[in-house]
């Protein structure tokens, strides 16, 4: 557990020290409010393509832990590049490249560790809000280390935290094997594939992304609630930092606003989960995604930066709340081996078509209409998003993972312990014990079914 919480962490800090910072930093460069627009939006663009991309090569392929490994690497390297005196062009095709590789490690760190949790509602909270202070703790400290060395240094810290993810991705003693290894596998072994690990990705058209689509229209509702509500998301996380330097604002205040928003998710994030599981998803969606949307709102009338700073804290425990609902109803809403494709079409609905919708417009709007154009156009988005997805959720959302376990659920199940002593970590790789796997998985599995019904 050590390392997946280092993990998380390194997520959170990679979010802390560049991406929260890159407006201020394109403008640095001389870009105007248009172009940050144009860049970041390509970088978002780029991002959305990305996604499906590796969640299919985290669920069918190389697995989640190998993916989100080939992510960092490029997205550490072409990071520097934002640093050096290039041309314009040049910086940004880095800004895709890092937002490409950067973006989807929250996603397929999610897709390793999200299935293993005994009782996701609550312990996915306890892990994400180490990311949330990993990222508030890095904007802040960021902000008086950019104070004294300017802009230039934070894709050299970005770097840095890839890195760290890296070396912690390695060291996670979860994750599971792809669809193709098991199936490799169980042909080396002359048997067929367990009927909860086969899957009919491979043989789809649109791979697991069009498995996971496929007769599924309540995904896809979520999914346009998921597109509305980070409309209004993006357009904050994009266009406060230059409404707060329009207003006098450094770089200090700049990561004041980052980490206040970051730290806020935690109380955020532990509130959300704790509700989730006694009043349902879909009320914790609405009443955040309400309430973050109201917060954006006031930006349009708001003119000093103080009172941004408390508004931004308040609308980070808002977002904690929609990242708790969004996460765990894609969670339950997919079966196990889409699990990463799952995680990773949230992710590239939230930062990639809805930021490349709001960098490309927003731009625009800021240039031309101010904070009202922006800020307001995201509020109303957040509204009808928050409606949207309550209508969406309506019903029963079973675990849907617990039906095709190939992790054991490691993380807080105190029925099933001493059988998760001799249980291996994956069905695939072998484990301490005599017990056949089946065996093992079969006292598991009725250990893991107590416990809900008990809850239910």
Known sequence: ???????YLANGLSIGALFGFAPVLLASKGFDPEL????????????TLALPAWGHLGDIVSGPRRALQMAVIPAGVFALGLSA???????????????????PTMALTDAMTVPA??????????????????AAGGAVVCGFIYSHTGYLAAPVLFAATM??????????????????????????????????????????????VGEALSGRPRLVAVLISILLVHLGVAAAAMFISLRISDLGGGPIEVGLSNGLGS???????????????????????????????????SWVFIEDTGLILVTRFISGIFFGGVIV???????????????????????????????VLAGFAGGVLYQNTGPAGIFGSGAVCGFVGAAVGFLALGGALEPAAVEEPA????????????????????????????MPAAARWRRIHAALGRSIRRRQ
């Open 325 to 355: 609902a969004f996460v765990l109803a894609m969670s339950r809403l997919l079966p196990f081996r889409l699990q990463a494709t799952g995680q990773t079409l949230f992710q590239a609905t939230a930062w990639g078509v809805a930021a």
């Open 263 to 297: 730290v806020a998710e935690v109380p955020g994030l532990m509130l959300a989960g704790w509700l989730a599981g006694r009043f349902g998803l879909r009320f914790v969606l609405l009443a955040s995604a309400a309430g973050f949307a109201t917060c954006l709102g």
């Open 117 to 134: 949790l005994a009782d996701a509602s609550r312990e996915y909270s306890r892990l994400r809000l180490i990311a949330s202070v990993g």
């Open 407 to 434: 992790v054991a659920p490691a993380f807080g199940l105190a029925e099933g312990f001493d059988v998760l002593q001799a249980a291996p970590l994956s069905v695939d790789s072998p484990g301490p014990g005599t």
């Open 163 to 208: 890195a760290m993810a890296l070396a912690c991705a390695q060291m996670v003693p979860l994750g599971r094997e792809s669809d193709r290894s098991r199936r490799a596998q169980a042909a080396a072994a002359g048997r067929e594939p367990d009927a909860g690990q086969d899957s009919s990705a491979t043989g789809h058209r649109f791979g697991s």
């Open 36 to 47: 940050i627009g144009f860049t970041v939006g390509l970088g978002s663009l780029g991002y």
């Open 1 to 7: 557990m050590v390392w997946v919480r280092l993990l």
């Open 85 to 103: 005196p290039l041309p314009v062009l040049a910086i940004i095709v880095c800004m895709v490249v890092v937002s490409a590789g950067g973006g």
